[in-house]
């Protein structure tokens, strides 16, 4: 039964598109990445795609980045082009705030929903469609968090009165209409090499009805991919849990909104030098349990290589060549044939 529902899915994937969009791999995996080794979250140097590549010795189908409204809502045009010069594609986490702080409030959702930037908005899409580049849209990452001030959790939570459907949960309603009003305005500046995809944390901060996955999603209209966050510990004190215990009720929650729509894990990774974990092994235990037949509709994968310093003096190394260890259970994983470094599009 499973080999069937594998060959059903493959299947449906390969619809027809009007626009160019990124398909999922016919089988396989997709090897994506995020990396700022050479660059900060929101500027890509021409460095970035060749080196991780280099270091693990495998291409990269797509390269996430940040576009932080922190200096405005302007598109990365450099940074685009620096990724698909690399032979990779530009993935970009389109970030709604004017800083680090989660309470931000100079782009609170009601005015993206309002329409009060869409000026700047529009000018954004006809950069994007002018640079003639396919890229994957990712707004407003990891709502179902409590680290974003888009997360549902400072935008009404679980009440019903304050905004739209008074039969919806109000944080959820009003970033799905957030995100269905970026897609429906890129559509109508002409945008079609945007490949749109539903981003979330695979375990809600909140374990409440209210911030279900499934209260956040646009709808199989406005999305093409699925995707989720899936972090082990990051920093000391953090329990100890294994890749699957964190991927997999988010898996499941996605693959329950849409029967076609392909499933990546976007983002991923572990800290180093924690005295509970190995993170050699929970590196191999990740790359391998997404090869498993239970989670056939998984067609990306993307580690966070990237390493901070914490309020606290400790440092989470998230890198995956924090130990010689680490990076060497990584190669060895990602070199297996069915994780892949050559993306299809469309059209």
Known sequence: MKII???LFSLSCFISYSDQKVLPPESGIYHTAF????????????????????????????????????????????????????????????????????????????????GDFDKELTKWAKELEAAGIPVLLDFAAEPNGNWFPWCGEFNGKGTFTAYGDKNYPDGPEIWRDAYRHIIKLFRKAGVSRATWVFHVNAIGSSGEEWNKIKYYYPGDEYIDWLGLSAYGPQRWGETYIHFLDVM???????????????????????????????????????LYSVQTAEYYRIKAVGWWHSTWWNNDGTMSAIQVDSSPESLRFYKEAIAQPEFIGEYILSK
């Open 5 to 7: 529902l594998i060959l």
């Open 248 to 286: 997999k009720p988010g898996y499941y929650d996605l693959a329950a909104l849409s029967d076609t729509k392909p499933i990546a894990v976007l983002e991923f990774g572990v800290a180093d030098y924690l005295p509970t974990i190995s993170k050699p092994n929970w590196i191999q235990d990740a």
């Open 35 to 114: 990396s700022t080794m050479y660059s900060s979250s929101n500027n890509v140097s021409e460095n970035e795609v060749p080196y991780f590549v280099n270091l693990v010795n495998k291409k990269i189908v797509w390269l996430n980045f940040s576009n932080d409204w922190f200096e405005g809502i302007k598109f990365p045009a450099q940074s685009v082009k620096n990724i698909y010069k690399s032979g990779s594609l530009p993935s970009i986490r389109i970030m709604p705030w004017s800083t680090y702080d989660k309470h931000d409030k100079k782009y609170p959702l009601k005015k993206i929903v309002n």
